[in-house]
Each structure stands twice: as structure tokens, then as C-alpha cells.
């Protein structure tokens, strides 16, 4: 089938394509709301009647929320739809599947915002939403928009079969292949779990400035982990992949990475040894290493707190902070990745933002309020957990771009440090700048060559500090296929990461001592 | 929806899952209303309010098993999303392991009033809320020329859960909790710019401490961090705060599950009656604690919940065992979660602690990290104070601990009498010899 893009997709819905005899578990939706097949062609209008709402009935709701006037006011929709299927002790014994839907209504006078959500798509419910919203205003009362107008928008995620249609049956022998895959790699697997997860959200985010806009967003990711006995000791790891991508994502050659790559990660733990702990060169590995921007510099520069001048960046916009080799963004747009968004959820395009550009600071990261509190265009970075939740400037992909050194010379150049490459969780305090990210897997560098492999050893920096030892950025950039999900007051987020093999000249790396 | 409204859709729920098919059905219905003041720059910058609602189940189909839930509790569509569950159920893999708990276990529900619903909720206005976040806001601001930013806060919430499975367990639940906190950034002459928080939540409305306690606390511990720095790489004694011991105990407790056990992932794995830790190190899981935020008096299986040492003087005397993972392991089901956790505590407070410290670290915050729970493993970042005869001599940050944990529990040589209350896991500070830091 020719890949289709969003638009089309839910055309190609509305045709029933449907695997017969299979239950596709809310397929089209229970939801008595939306009896009738949803989504007939896609545009705004069929948006709407999915969620069995009308443009005159949110303006009306805007009018309820702008009572006490407020400079805005804007309403985020949400249906999603989410499936797991799961694998253990070689039996696909386990499925979970959770539908949401809601929507939530949010006021903002000045920098204040009030917020509300109802799950009931009423008039009524809404409205009282709406009032409740409205009580963070006190003076007078705004007028709604005479019209909502929508606008044409990229799909960067475009996927051939959405997964309302893709019935349990079909994902159950992927479980399977792969668990027998982990098992035939390396007889030392004692035990392998695999999660097979899918996820569908549509959202129409409508705001008083009069736009109105609509997207589809899916995900999917497998993860595999995987526990192996040599001399009556134990270890475990995993591996995963994903992204906004459809059913045919999962190949027989994705379905063999996972395996293999997860088998390797696990046996390789019984020749580790934790490094000694200190200073040193660490060498990050493609990839997944882009966490360490994230929390070094991507946090920091979330435009909140940057308003609020809690961050380390706070004020550094415009001045060196890296070589002039080291350039950093955070992009919405990279085709398929976990982090990447049509529109944010406050209903702006996405876009690629310079965080760093040659080494000099350049952008923050906006959401609605930042971005009106500097002056500037939106970023489309403003992001939600879902209808439950108001936005804030978040992430998306944040990757470093490709530098003059080559990995091997890279290598070569450290005399004693680590080659980092797996990790599994980073935390960052935005204000003093100091980050963490936990390694779960690398080896040592010994006299230019990698030895021994090394785990579990948490890494802490700065993050200013940190970006200014970054002394070599290899041309090998790669993004990483699966990505991560990041917290922030309490909202989890898709995001994905990126790096080249670089070098940081010296941070302080967990171990014991001598 | 009131609970008899619940009751009466969680029965149809079950008859509907059983006419579909079904052989056994748990059904869980909760409702909870939220509300957040957040107040900056002396003005109400965040006012939340919601109401929301619930509906789980677990389904049971010819030795299969799944779950789901939906927010949309209508029942014309729950109809056909209980059938369609069903069908998708007989798609699995038989598991002869998955059935709901013994009828036996949902008896002996002890009939106490736990307090866990304050009468003085439904009294509460908004106008109190957002005073009692400006009272925490003055407080704060009042401490320190040094102060970047600072957010105050008053959330409160009630819920209410209805269980019902369809061999017998009928149960619900009601609550009500209050939190209030603050946090805040102040400025270094370095550049850099601090932040700490302090954060309280309680049952009872009359259980919170002053607003400017939280307050002042907030910014003294931001205003403790400045000029923080790292230190030589080494062993050192290690003081934990209290309120920072969490992420050390979940480490801990994690590995104690049934599913850790069965899927051959826990460093504790034939530890049972063996030492873990030292004579200092006895936790006890207590359901039953008046105002506890994790009291229950059943647990998520609808199993009776009992009082149970977990560790005793440093023997480990039992794990958190479900029903399934039980039936694989060939166990006793106990439960698969905890309620309350209470460490036994010490005679002296965190003070009288340092006094006794030759030279170590407070540690007051973690910062990242993680632990193996098949190795036990761990490395953590640490923010603190570093402590010489007795007396705080400077802030410390950028450090890591790391070591293994049947070690370093057995390296606690002393706990506070310091609980930290505002929590499930009420532990005092805790006191390790000689652990491994790395620094410069």
C-alpha cells in the first residue's frame, strides 16, 4: 500500500479496513457519543464530529471562560486510545488497553492561569469547566473569536495502517518471534519479558485568538528485557525501540536488533567491572547519549524558567557557551520520532529550534506564555500530558549536529576514561545546572583502545560547565530509535534524543574508590 | 456519581463481563476532585479545579487474563467496550496462574476507622486555599534578600473507590488529603542559582503545619546551598536526612516483589530469614496507622491487609507477594504493595547525629541515579553538607555514592528519632559508615 499521510489515513479508516473476525478493541471508539464510523475524511469537520462538538459550541464555552476577562483562553481535546500486549515466561499472557477523553479549558490573564478539564463533552459540562477556568480573571470581560480559521500543517508522521485497526492477533507472533529469538542467542537467558505497546490520540486545540487546529498522533515502541545466569550470578537489561510510526515499523530485521541488541547489553554485564570513581574523559556513544543534553542544557533552557529566572541559562542568550564546533536543537520535525509533533498543544506548528548554534546560545525553548512574555514567535514547544493538564515549554528531539572529529580519533585521543553508551534515567536541578544520567552500560578506555566493559555508574556534571569541556563532536550523528519520557512537574512527555560521538574532557563519573 | 450509584454500575459492569463471557471480573470505579492554588510574585499565578472520573477491570477468560480502563463511564458505550474486552481476552495465551484471589483472603477485614476522610474538607473555600498559599509566599519572601523565585502552594483531594469482584470482594474506599509547600530559587554570588523546596501533606486539614513554616524552610535550605562544591573522591560517612531517604529505600523494597523474585531479577532472591542489613534495620509494613497516607484495609487485590515485619534487626522476614505471582512461585500470597512503611527509630535527632560525626556527609537531596535491582548495584548523585567534627563546614554538590546494597545496609550504623511523617514511608534519618563518594 503507497504510505498515505494523516489526512488520508483517516479516509482509509472510514473504508473499513478491518481484519475480519478479529475484535479491534475500540476500533472507531465505544464511545456512544461517535455511533457512526469517526473520522470520514480528515479535515477539521470530521474532527469535530468526533468529538461530537460544533465551532459554535466552543465559542460559546470561550465565552463562558473570558466572563471575568483574561487576555486567552483556549480548549484541548483529547481521545486516546492505548494498548499493551505483553510477554513473559513465554506465554503473550497479559493485554491492557485504556481509553481518555476529555477536554481542557484554560484562561490566562497576564501570567496567571486558570485551569479546568471535564471528561463530558456536554454543553453544560463544559461551560462549568469553562466558569471554574475563568475564576483566575477579575476584571471585566473578553470578547471570543467571531470565527475559528484553521491552517495547513506538515504530517512528519505519516503511517500506512492506524493502530485502531490492527487487532491483538496480529501483534502476538512479533511477541513471540522475539522471545524466541532472545532465547536462541545465547543459552545463558534465563528469563525475557517483551512489551508490545500502542497508542492513538487525537486533538483539536481551539484558542480565542481564533485558530483552530487538529492533529493525529501515534506511537508505538517493544521493549525487551532480558535475564542471564553464568557461575550462579545474575544480570539483566533490555532494549527498545519505536516511535510515531505504524504496524509495518516492526520488520523481521527491527525484530532482530531488539534481540540481539538486548542479548549483547545482558551477557556482556558478566565481564563488567565499575569503573574506579572520579574525574575523567568520558566519550559518549551515538545516540542515546543525547540524554546528557537534555538534562545539561535542554531543561535549562524551557523558557519558564527562564521567565521566572530559576535557570542557570537565565540571561546567557546571545554569549558563547561551547566551541564554536558545537551546535544544538530541539526539533519537532525528524519523520516518525517519539518526540516529534505536528502541532504543540497549545495548536502552534513545530518546528527545528537552535538551542546553541556554533557555539553561541540562542534560542529558549516557548510555550504560548513565554513566548508572549519575550516578544517572540512561539516555538512550538508547548506540551501537555494530556487534557488533564495545562502546557509548558517541553522538549521534543534533542540532538547535537554533526562536528569536524571522527569516532575512532575520538577514541584514540583518551588516555584513561569511558566509552558511555546505554543509560536508563537523567535528572537535572535547572537552577544550580548540576545533571545526572545513570549509565547502564559502556567500557573503559585504556591508552586509546575500548577494554572492559563497565554498568551501573551514575555520571553528574554541570550543566554550563559540562558544555564548555565538550572537546571533539564526531560526524557521525544518530538518532535514537525508541527515545524516552520525560517528567517535568509532574508531566510525562514522548521525547527522543540525538548525538554524534563526542568527547567531554572531564566529569565526574560514580565508582569506587582506591 | 455517589457510592451506591458506583455499586450498583460496578454490579452491571460484572454481569455484563460474564454474560460476554467472562469467568471471573474485577471491577474498580474511583472518582476524585482536585484543587491547586499556586501564588508567585503575590498573586494567585494557578488555580485548578477538576473533577474526574474512572472505570478499571480485570478480566478473567478461560485461564486468560487482561485489563482495562476508561474515563467514560456512560453505560451505553461500556457495553460494547466490556464485550469487545472479552473477545480481545480469548486472543492470549492460556495462564493457568491468573485468577482472581482466594475468597478465603478477603476475609478478616478488620473494622477500624482509619481516618482517612476529614469531615472539615467540605468546609473548606477557596478564599482559605488561597490564603493559606499567600501566608506561605510572606513567609518565604520575608526570609531572604536572596530570593530569585518562589512559588507557594494548597492543594487538597478527595476520592472515593468502589471494588467489586465477581467472587465475592465488595469494598470502598474514601479520602481526603491537603498538601502545602513551597520552592525556591536564590541567587549565588558565583552565578549559580539553588533551589530547594519544602513540601508537606497530610489526611486531616488540622494535621498541616504553619504556612510560614514551609515557608522559611524552603528558603533556608535553597540559602544552605550556596557556594556548594565538590569534594576529594573517597569513603566517607554518609547522614541522610530523612525526608531524602526514600529513593535508598525503594531500592530496597523494589527487589522484595513477587514478580522481581519469579522473573529472577532481585538480589534479595533466597534471602528470606537471612541478614540483609544491620541489627539497626527494621522495617515494618503497618496498614493500620490512624491518618497514614497509605492505610488500607484492603489492599488492590481486595486481600485483607495485615501488619507484617518485613525486616527485623536486619533479617529479612518477608516479601510483597500477589496472588499471581504466589501461584507461580509456589507462596503464600501477602500482598503486592506496600501500605505504610515504618523504620524503627533511634534515640537521637538529626542534630545530635551530626554532633557525633567525625567528618561526613549530610546528604539532604538526590540527584539522579539508579540501582540493579538483580545485582543491587546502585550509584546515586547527592547534593549535602559536608560535616567535620561535628559542625557543618561547607555545601557539597556534584558528588556521586555507588557500592552494592547488601553492603551498604549493613554499613547503617545508627537512625534517628527523627520519622518523617509526611509520607507512606515514614523513615528517620540514617546513618552508613564509610561509603564510597566520587568527586574530583
Redesign the interface.
Known amino acids: 500500500m503507497a504510505q498515505i499521510t494523516r489526512r488520508d489515513f483517516v479516509k482509509a479508516g472510514a473504508m473499513g479496513l478491518v481484519v475480519a473476525g478479529v475484535p479491534m478493541i475500540f476500533k472507531g471508539n465505544p464511545l456512544a457519543a461517535f455511533a457512526a464510523p469517526p473520522l470520514a475524511s480528515g479535515n477539521l469537520e470530521e474532527y469535530l464530529k468526533h468529538f461530537a462538538v460544533s465551532e459554535v459550541e466552543i465559542r460559546d464555552v470561550m465565552s463562558a471562560a473570558l466572563a471575568h476577562g483574561g487576555d486567552y483562553c483556549d480548549l484541548f481535546f483529547q481521545h486516546a486510545i492505548s494498548n499493551t500486549v505483553a510477554l513473559e515466561d513465554h506465554l503473550v499472557n497479559r493485554a491492557y488497553t485504556n481509553v481518555d477523553l476529555g477536554v481542557g479549558i484554560r484562561v490566562i490573564d497576564g501570567d496567571r492561569v486558570g485551569y479546568s478539564f471535564t471528561e463530558e463533552l456536554t454543553p453544560k459540562a463544559m461551560k462549568l469547566a469553562a466558569r471554574t477556568a475563568a475564576n483566575i480573571a477579575g476584571r471585566g470581560q473578553a470578547a471570543p473569536p467571531q470565527k475559528l480559521v484553521t491552517s495547513n500543517v506538515p504530517n512528519y508522521y505519516p503511517i500506512n495502517i492506524s493502530w485502531e485497526e490492527v487487532g491483538i492477533d496480529r501483534k502476538i507472533p512479533h511477541l513471540q518471534t522475539l522471545n524466541e529469538k532472545v532465547f536462541a542467542t545465547d543459552k545463558r537467558i534465563v528469563k525475557s519479558q517483551v512489551y508490545f505497546t500502542d497508542s492513538t490520540s487525537y486533538m483539536i486545540v481551539a484558542s480565542s485568538d481564533g485558530r483552530i487546529a487538529c492533529d493525529y498522533q501515534p506511537m508505538t515502541r517493544v521493549f525487551v528485557s532480558c535475564t542471564a545466569e553464568q557461575n550462579g550470578r545474575r544480570e539483566e537489561n533490555g532494549y527498545n525501540l519505536g516511535g510515531r510510526h505504524g504496524m509495518d515499523y516492526f520488520s523481521p530485521e527491527k525484530i532482530d536488533l531488539l534481540a540481539s541488541t538486548a542479548v549483547r547489553r545482558t551477557v556482556e554485564l558478566f565481564e563488567a567491572v565499575k569503573p574506579e570513581g572520579g574525574e575523567m574523559e568520558v566519550v559518549l556513544a551515538p545516540a542515546q547519549s543525547g540524554i546528557l543534553l537534555h538534562e545539561a542544557i535542554g531543561h535549562g533552557m524551557e523558557a519558564d524558567f527562564n521567565r521566572k529566572e530559576t535557570s542557570i541559562f537565565s540571561d546567557k542568550i546571545g554569549r558563547p557557551v561551547a566551541e564554536s564546533f558545537v551546535s544544538i536543537v530541539d526539533d519537532g520535525t525528524n519523520p516518525n520520532m517519539r518526540g516529534s509533533i505536528n502541532i504543540d498543544d497549545e495548536g502552534n506548528q513545530s518546528e527545528k529550534t537552535y538551542l546553541v548554534r556554533n557555539g553561541i546560545l540562542e534560542s529558549y525553548l516557548h510555550d504560548h506564555i513565554s513566548a508572549k512574555h519575550y516578544g517572540v514567535n512561539p516555538t512550538g514547544n508547548g506540551r501537555r500530558q494530556s487534557f488533564r493538564h495545562q502546557p509548558m515549554p517541553r522538549m521534543r528531539n534533542t540532538y547535537m549536529l554533526p562536528g569536524p572529529h571522527k569516532h575512532d580519533e575520538i577514541i584514540q585521543s583518551v588516555k584513561k576514561g569511558i566509552y558511555a553508551e546505554s543509560f536508563t534515567n537523567g535528572e537535572v536541578h535547572i537552577g544550580a545546572g548540576d545533571f545526572t544520567f545513570y549509565l547502564k552500560s559502556g567500557y573503559l578506555i585504556e591508552n586509546g583502545r575500548k577494554t572492559r566493559p563497565i554498568k551501573d555508574v551514575n555520571i553528574i556534571g554541570n550543566g554550563p560547565d559540562v558544555l564548555t569541556k565538550v572537546v571533539m563532536v564526531a560526524d557521525n550523528l544518530e538518532l535514537m530509535e525508541g527515545g524516552g519520557t520525560c517528567g517535568k512537574n509532574g508531566q510525562w512527555v514522548p521525547v527522543s534524543f540525538g548525538l554524534p560521538t563526542i568527547k567531554v574532557s572531564s566529569i565526574t563519573v560514580g565508582g569506587v574508590s582506591s | 456519581m455517589n457510592k451506591s450509584e458506583s455499586y450498583e454500575l460496578a454490579g452491571w459492569v460484572v454481569a455484563r463481563a460474564r454474560k460476554a463471557g467472562a469467568d471471573d471480573v474485577a471491577v474498580n470505579i474511583a472518582r476524585s476532585r482536585n484543587i491547586e492554588i499556586g501564588c508567585?510574585e503575590r498573586?494567585?499565578?494557578?488555580?485548578?479545579?477538576?473533577t474526574?472520573?474512572s472505570l478499571s477491570l480485570s478480566l478473567y477468560v478461560g485461564n486468560?487474563?487482561?485489563?482495562?480502563?476508561?474515563?467514560?463511564i456512560?453505560r451505553?458505550?461500556?457495553e460494547?467496550?466490556v464485550t469487545?474486552?472479552v473477545?480481545?481476552?480469548k486472543?492470549?495465551?492460556?495462564?493457568p496462574y491468573?485468577t482472581l484471589p482466594d475468597p478465603k483472603y478477603y476475609a478478616g477485614r478488620e473494622s477500624l476507622d482509619l481516618h482517612m476522610f476529614d469531615p472539615a474538607y467540605d468546609s473548606l473555600t477557596?478564599d482559605e486555599r488561597v490564603a493559606i498559599a499567600r501566608r506561605i509566599e510572606d513567609a518565604a519572601l520575608a526570609e531572604s534578600e536572596r530570593i530569585?523565585?518562589c512559588t507557594s502552594s494548597f492543594s487538597d483531594s478527595f476520592f472515593e473507590t468502589v471494588k467489586v469482584h465477581s467472587n465475592g470482594f465488595e469494598g470502598d474506599r474514601m479520602g481526603t488529603s491537603f498538601s502545602i509547600g513551597a520552592e525556591a530559587?536564590v541567587r549565588d554570588d558565583s552565578?549559580?542559582?539553588?533551589?530547594d523546596w519544602d513540601w508537606r501533606t497530610v489526611r486531616f486539614r488540622k494535621n498541616l503545619p504553619a504556612a510560614k513554616v514551609v515557608g522559611k524552610l524552603a528558603v533556608q535550605r535553597a540559602l544552605r546551598?550556596l557556594g556548594?562544591t565538590?569534594l576529594e573522591?573517597?569513603?566517607y560517612d554518609m547522614l541522610i536526612e530523612n525526608r531524602a531517604g526514600s529513593r535508598l529505600l525503594r531500592a530496597l523494597i523494589g527487589p522484595m516483589s513477587g514478580r522481581s523474585l519469579q522473573?529472577?531479577?532481585s538480589f534479595l532472591d533466597d534471602k528470606l530469614g537471612q541478614r540483609i542489613g544491620s541489627d539497626k534495620l527494621t522495617i515494618i509494613d503497618d496498614p493500620f496507622i490512624d491518618f497514614g497516607l497509605g492505610s488500607k484495609l484492603f489492599d488492590g487485590e481486595g486481600m485483607s491487609t495485615k501488619r507484617r515485619v518485613m525486616v527485623d534487626k536486619g533479617v529479612l522476614k518477608s516479601f510483597y507477594i500477589d496472588t499471581y505471582y504466589g501461584k507461580?512461585l509456589g507462596m503464600e500470597p501477602t500482598t503486592g504493595s506496600t501500605t505504610n512503611l515504618v523504620l524503627d527509630k533511634g534515640d537521637k535527632s538529626l542534630d545530635e547525629m551530626i554532633e557525633g560525626m567525625q567528618r561526613g556527609i549530610l546528604v539532604t537531596?538526590f540527584?539522579?541515579?539508579?540501582?540493579?535491582?538483580?545485582?543491587g548495584?546502585?550509584?546515586?548523585?547527592i547534593?549535602g553538607v559536608l560535616i567535620e567534627n561535628g559542625r557543618a563546614v561547607k555545601p557539597v554538590?556534584?558528588?556521586?555514592?555507588?557500592?552494592n546494597l547488601s553492603e551498604l545496609w549493613n554499613q547503617l550504623v545508627m537512625v534517628g528519632n527523627d520519622e518523617y511523617m509526611y509520607s507512606a514511608w515514614r523513615r528517620p534519618s540514617m546513618y552508613f559508615k564509610d561509603v564510597?563518594?566520587?568527586?574530583?
Do not use: C, W
Request: glycine share 10%; hydrophobic share 20%; aromatic share 8%.
Open positions: 508567585r498573586q494567585v499565578e494557578t488555580l485548578k479545579e477538576s474526574q472520573n486468560r487474563y487482561s485489563g482495562h480502563s476508561t474515563n467514560d456512560r451505553e458505550g461500556l460494547s467496550f469487545e474486552a473477545a480481545m481476552t486472543y492470549l495465551n492460556e495462564d491468573r477557596s530569585i523565585s530559587t552565578g549559580s542559582r539553588p533551589e546551598k556548594q565538590k573522591s573517597g569513603r522473573q529472577k531479577s507461580k537531596t540527584i539522579g541515579g539508579n540501582s540493579n535491582s538483580t545485582t548495584d546502585f550509584s546515586y548523585g547534593m554538590n556534584e558528588m556521586n555514592i555507588s557500592g564510597h563518594f566520587s568527586g574530583v
